[in-house]
C-alpha cells in the first residue's frame, strides 16, 4: 500500500545533540512538508520542499534543517540550535497541483532527556 | 492577515448526537477548504475538501460540510456521533497564489460520552 512512514515513533535527544528524523513516501508525490504540533497551536510549517533538490522555510524553521536528494524522502534534522524541539512532527506530501490535499504521517515525537 | 480560526477548543458530545463544529476563514476570495481529523498519538486523514461547486460536501465516515461565503465559513456537521468520533479535528485552507500550502486551524478536540 501506498504511504507516508515517519520514524522513529518516538525519539529522545540529549541536550545539545542533533537528531534526525526520517520521512519516506512511495506515492510518487512531488512535494513533501514537515510540521510541528504543539497542543493548541495546531500545526505550524518547519519546512516544505517542492521539487527535488529545492527546499524553503516555513514559519518556525530556525533551529531545523532539511534536505531533498531523493523524490521520496524528506529528513528533518532537530539541531541543538532548536531550544524547544520537544513535540510532536508531522510529515506530509501532496502531487503537484495547487488544490490538492495533503496526506500525512503517523508522525514522530521527541522528548528532551 | 489570512488566517483560520476554530473557535471551539473542545466540545463535548453524548453519542448519538449531532455534532456542529465552527470553522471560519479570513481570506478576500474563497480558498480551498479541508477538514482533516486526528487520533492521539496519529498523523492527519482527510475527511472532506471544498475547491467549487455545491456548497454541501460529503465526506468519509458520515460527516458532511457546508461552504457559505457570506458568513466565511466552513462548518462540519454530523448527525449521530459515534464513540469512535473521539478525536482532534482540524480546518486547513490552501489559498490561492504562492506555494499554495495548507494553513490550518487550532483544531477542536472533540469528546463523546456513552
Known amino acids: 500500500d501506498g504511504g507516508i512512514t515517519q520514524s522513529p515513533k518516538y525519539l529522545f535527544r540529549k541536550e545539545g545533540q542533533n537528531v534526525t528524523l526520517s520521512c519516506e513516501q512511495n506515492?510518487?508525490?512531488?512535494?513533501m512538508y514537515w510540521y510541528r504540533q504543539d497542543p493548541g497551536q495546531g500545526l505550524r510549517l518547519i519546512y516544505y520542499?517542492?521539487?527535488?533538490?529545492?527546499?524553503q522555510k516555513g514559519d518556525i524553521a530556525e533551529g531545523y534543517s532539511v534536505s531533498r536528494e531523493k523524490k521520496e524522502s524528506f529528513p528533518l534534522t532537530v539541531t541543538s540550535a532548536q531550544k524547544n524541539p520537544t513535540a510532536f512532527y508531522l510529515c506530509?506530501?501532496?502531487?503537484?497541483?495547487?488544490?490538492?490535499?495533503?496526506?500525512f504521517g503517523d508522525g514522530t515525537r521527541l522528548s528532551i532527556l | 492577515a489570512q488566517s483560520v480560526t476554530q473557535p471551539d477548543i473542545h466540545i463535548t458530545v453524548s453519542e448519538g448526537a449531532s455534532l456542529e463544529l465552527r470553522c471560519n476563514y479570513s481570506?478576500?476570495?474563497?480558498?480551498?477548504l479541508f477538514w482533516y481529523v486526528q487520533s492521539p498519538g496519529q498523523g492527519l486523514q482527510l475527511l472532506l475538501k471544498?475547491?467549487?461547486?455545491?456548497?454541501l460536501v460529503q465526506g468519509i465516515k458520515g460527516f458532511e460540510a457546508e461552504f457559505k461565503r457570506s458568513q466565511s465559513s466552513f462548518n462540519l456537521r454530523k448527525p449521530s456521533v459515534h464513540w469512535s468520533d473521539a478525536a482532534e479535528y482540524f480546518c486547513?485552507?490552501?489559498?490561492?497564489?504562492?506555494?499554495?500550502?495548507?494553513?490550518f486551524g487550532t483544531g477542536t478536540r472533540l469528546t463523546v460520552i456513552p
Open positions: 520542499s517542492q521539487i527535488v533538490n529545492d527546499f
Open positions: 481570506y478576500g476570495a474563497t480558498p480551498y
Open positions: 506515492l510518487n508525490h512531488d512535494a
Open positions: 506530509a506530501s501532496k502531487v503537484g497541483h495547487s488544490n490538492q490535499p495533503q496526506h
Open positions: 486547513a485552507v490552501i489559498l490561492w497564489g504562492g506555494a499554495n500550502n495548507l494553513f
Open positions: 471544498y475547491f467549487s461547486g455545491d456548497t
